[in-house]
């Protein structure tokens, strides 16, 4: 699959104020992680892997086929950057699996004609509730 400790030394981590409400230490501690990855320049990565990711990430990318993960969540920026850390691996691991082509399959034919009767004995049901014809 992937190195996962080797591709952990291509990760640039930047910490920044996080948002939200918070004390007076609010505007003097940086404890949001931004984590980026340059998928492009990756030395970790084989050019199949790059190109299955460019695909299935596509919509996180840069133009620069960068990738900018953010975690603020906890006030600790220790555990950010472990959750950050964590968020990045798992869509990697994720995203390098092909998924199977689905080979479609006629329906039985058991389904179809169980399907069929319940049709006609919820059809019978609802006849049967009308008031009769008088002629």
């Known amino acids: 699959m992937f190195d996962e400790q080797a591709i952990l030394k291509e990760l640039i981590f930047k910490a920044i104020r996080s948002s939200g409400a918070g004390g007076q230490h609010v505007n003097k501690t940086a404890s949001k992680v931004e984590l980026t ?9 084989a ?15 840069t133009k620069e086929s960068v990738l900018i993960l953010q975690c603020g969540e906890s006030r600790s920026q220790h555990k950010n950057k472990s959750i950050v850390i964590k968020r990045f691996l798992d869509l990697i691991r994720d995203n390098l699996i092909e998924e199977k082509e689905r080979i479609p399959t006629k ?6 004609k169980k399907r069929l009767t319940n049709k006609r004995k919820t ?10 014809q008088v002629d």
């Open 47 to 61: 050019r199949a892997q790059k190109e299955l990711l460019k695909k299935t990430i596509q919509t996180r990318l």
């Open 37 to 45: 990855f340059d998928l492009e320049n990756s030395q970790y990565l």
């Open 123 to 132: 059809s019978e049901k609802k006849t049967n509730r009308k008031p009769p």
């Open 107 to 112: 329906t039985p034919r058991s389904v179809v």
